[in-house]
């Protein structure tokens, strides 16, 4: 869905964890999200207007452990998505450095 000042991705869970990588060791907050968790969310927002900031809106049941696993939720995607942001970057910058420095030879 898009509005004039943001895109939105929608998720519904039956349980948080879902999102998350169950083979990942670490603890909740910190886990990756899930393959199929991350493109879906990532896939939506391809196809959303690109000039707009992204909100994503998860669904879960209203139960107080769901509720206390969505505020670690909050802080597990905005790490999750900034790490991804941070090495896409570092990709595409050894990436032209590394085509910068095979013209000049």
């Known amino acids: 869905m898009t509005t004039a000042e943001h895109a939105t991705v929608e998720v519904r869970v ?4 879902q999102l998350f990588d169950t083979l ?3 603890p909740f907050p ?3 999200l ?4 991350e493109d879906y969310i990532v896939g939506w927002a391809r196809e ?6 992204i ?9 107080a452990h769901q509720g206390r696993a969505f ?6 995607m905005a790490g999750f998505f900034a790490a991804r942001s941070r090495s896409i970057q570092r990709d595409l910058i050894s990436g032209a450095s590394g085509s910068m420095h095979q013209r000049v030879c």
């Open 14 to 17: 039956d349980d948080i964890a």
């Open 24 to 26: 990942d060791p670490y």
């Open 30 to 32: 910190e886990r990756d």
């Open 34 to 37: 899930s393959r199929d968790a």
């Open 48 to 53: 959303l207007a690109s000039h707009l900031p």
């Open 55 to 63: 909100t994503i809106v998860i669904h879960y049941p209203n139960t």
């Open 71 to 76: 505020q670690a939720l909050k802080q597990a």
